[in-house]
């Protein structure tokens, strides 16, 4: 078992671009959350995935978007790039356990460095 | 905003000592939180976790424990090791919506 994988491990943008970012979660995970770690922060919650629609979502602009699909994989979009969006991104795969997200079970991926010039 | 904070960026002890990582947090709601432990080009991992109707929990070298009036968290490691070197975040939920604070780093020395 892989665990959760991320590609790609680093990119690099310029200002007004699109940038996806892929994660696959780990096997028997049917959950996906997306973070984002400023440097010197700690991760902050962007959005959920849960049966291919988002279920929750931080505080984030619209400019962020994501997908999940049938295979539980993710995608996280983010349009017109700013240089505040330079950030390590990571993914969270986990469970649903009757409704209530079982964080014990909250595995993450490596993480996307994405720089933005 | 910042509902979970971690006021020591860093932490160094020595091996076999006590290692004390303290958390503070605002949002009386929260009812689920974590510790987790990140080493370098790493994502975070799961370490321990308390629900708020309990004040401690323990697994082996770690206890978490949580004052709900003082809503404060603390996570202590006994015996250190080298090996607990990394960066320590302390988390908190509400209705599945998680907080992290900025972490503390550990540096635990032999």
């Known amino acids: 078992d892989a665990g959760v994988t991320q590609s790609p491990t680093h990119l690099i943008k310029t200002r007004g671009q699109q940038v996806t970012l892929r994660c696959s979660p780990k096997?028997?995970?049917?959950?996906v959350s997306w973070y984002q770690q400023a440097l010197g922060q700690g991760p902050q919650f962007i959005f959920q995935?849960?049966?291919?629609?988002?279920?929750q979502r931080g505080n984030f602009p619209d400019r962020f978007s994501g997908h999940q699909f049938p295979n539980y994989s993710s995608e996280l979009n983010v349009n017109a790039l700013l240089l505040g969006d330079s950030a390590l991104y990571l993914c969270?795969?986990?469970?649903?356990?009757?409704?209530?997200?079982?964080?014990?079970?909250?595995?993450f991926g490596p993480g996307t460095r994405l720089t933005v010039l | 905003d910042q509902q979970v904070k971690q006021n020591s960026p860093s932490l160094s002890v020595q091996e076999g000592r006590i290692s004390i990582l303290n958390c503070d947090y605002t949002?009386?709601?929260?009812?689920?939180f974590l510790w987790y432990k990140k080493y370098p080009a790493e994502g975070p991992t799961f370490l321990i976790s308390?629900?708020?109707?309990?004040d401690k929990n323990e697994d082996g070298r770690f206890t978490v424990f949580l004052n709900k009036s003082a809503k404060h968290l603390s996570l202590h490691i006994v015996p250190s090791q080298p090996g607990d070197s990394a960066v320590y975040f302390c988390?908190?939920?509400?209705?599945?919506?998680?907080?992290f604070g900025a972490g503390t780093r550990l540096t635990v020395k032999p």
């Open positions: 969270a795969s986990s469970y649903k356990s009757v409704g209530q997200l079982n964080y014990n079970e909250q595995f």
């Open positions: 096997s028997g995970h049917d959950t």
């Open positions: 995935y849960y049966e291919e629609e988002e279920r």
């Open positions: 949002n009386s709601m929260f009812d689920y």
């Open positions: 308390i629900s708020s109707i309990k």
């Open positions: 988390a908190a939920s509400e209705d599945n919506d998680m907080r």
